[in-house]
């Protein structure tokens, strides 16, 4: 019998949380603390953290472009200049959220953590699965068109309701303090999408925000002993903390414009 797609999915989970912890090496982890055997709903919750948002903006024309692409002998997949030029602001948007162009190979990927739907991180999960990054083209299209890449998130969060990884990772590239608010508004919603709240920390460490820096929050996710796999439990009064110091840092960001 052929197993089922999201079966399959899950198999790759638990075989990455295996292999990770055979690529640790010496490395100063707290294996006790991965999961061996995942309950479902933590294999439910690591498949939503990886999910990515889909744009809508000329959508249809950028994954007709996406499969014409050949891999190169590295396996980087870069859509010729000549295609990428014809694309618009908005559909390179839609091109660069779907699709890497860069291949990676990444053997520190993160493992499945017992109880991971109750932790808040230090760091999100890599965009694309780990597999593909953004190459430096798509990086500098995003910073060269910031103002508009953030009408875009916006437009993409208010549409899905949600925030996936690739739209989390582009808010992080682009420094983007004033998608704070969405990002309070969506997680306020179900208050289930931790990483929400990991991306409101890591902007605020950009940042130096002082009274984030001086936390103990702080102090355990990226001081001097941390590590990324670092996490704080993602209890009802670190969930309040972590947005209200998020929203006074957006507002102060805000001031200063």
Known sequence: ????????????????????????????????????????????????????????????????????????????????????????????????????????????????????????????PGNFHDETTWSDRQRKYLKDNRETVIKLIRRTILDDKRVGVNLKSAILEIDGVELIPDLAKVYNAKHYDHDILTVMMLLMKEGKFEPFAKSQSFEKLYGEHSNYRGYIMANTDNQKLVIDRAMAYFKQRMAKK
């Open 1 to 124: 019998m052929i197993p089922s797609v999201r079966l399959v999915h899950r198999m790759k989970i638990v075989a990455t949380s295996l292999l990770f912890i055979a690529c640790l090496g010496t490395a100063n982890a707290q294996i006790e603390d991965y999961a061996k055997n995942p309950s479902k709903s933590t294999l439910k919750y690591r498949e939503f953290r990886q999910e990515s948002t889909t744009p809508t903006f000329g959508l249809a024309k950028v994954k007709k472009l996406v499969k014409t692409i050949k891999p190169d002998s590295d396996d980087n997949r870069h859509l010729n200049q000549k295609a990428y030029d014809s694309l618009t602001v908005e559909e390179k948007f839609t091109y660069t959220m779907i699709h890497g162009e860069d291949a990676t190979q990444n053997c520190d990927v993160m493992p499945v953590f017992k109880d991971e739907e109750k932790k808040i991180f230090g760091y999100i």
